[in-house]
């Protein structure tokens, strides 16, 4: 069993930054990619970004380029979502995923077997 725990979410002005932490614990070894998705209220639950955790490889949905870049820390089975020139429009809860095997695209909410409790980020205007 997986289990992510979020963090680092909050309230900050149209402008501003904040970085999301999404620590795994449990049985990790089993680990292909991991992501943050979003959902607004009323809204199905959407990627922003993905990591393939052996290559590092990024992947991005088109509204967070250039503002947004996920890492990871391997060492601490940690993976981070910089966010940076936030809008009100990316208020949202942000949901960190875990996929456990290979996926042709990281973007869909199905290619992800482990998910956080999510973190809310509210951008005021």
């Known amino acids: 069993q997986v289990q992510l725990v979020e963090s680092g979410g909050g309230l900050v002005q149209a402008g501003g930054s904040l970085t999301l932490s999404c620590a795994a614990s449990?049985?990790?070894?089993?680990?292909?990619?991991m992501g943050w998705f979003r959902q607004a209220p009323g809204k199905e639950r959407e990627f922003v970004a993905a990591?393939?955790?052996?290559?590092?490889?990024?992947y991005y949905a088109d509204f967070v380029k250039g503002r947004f870049t996920i890492s990871r820390d391997n060492a601490k089975n940690t993976v981070f979502l910089q966010m940076n020139s936030l809008k009100p429009e990316d208020t949202a809860v942000y949901y960190c995923?875990?996929?456990?095997?290979?996926?042709?695209?990281?973007?869909?909410?199905?290619?992800?077997?482990?998910w956080g409790q999510g973190t809310q980020v509210t951008v005021s205007s």
């Open positions: 995923g875990l996929s456990a095997r290979y996926r042709i695209t990281l973007t869909r909410v199905t290619a992800f077997d482990q």
């Open positions: 449990g049985r990790t070894f089993n680990r292909y990619a």
């Open positions: 990591i393939n955790w052996s290559t590092g490889s990024t």
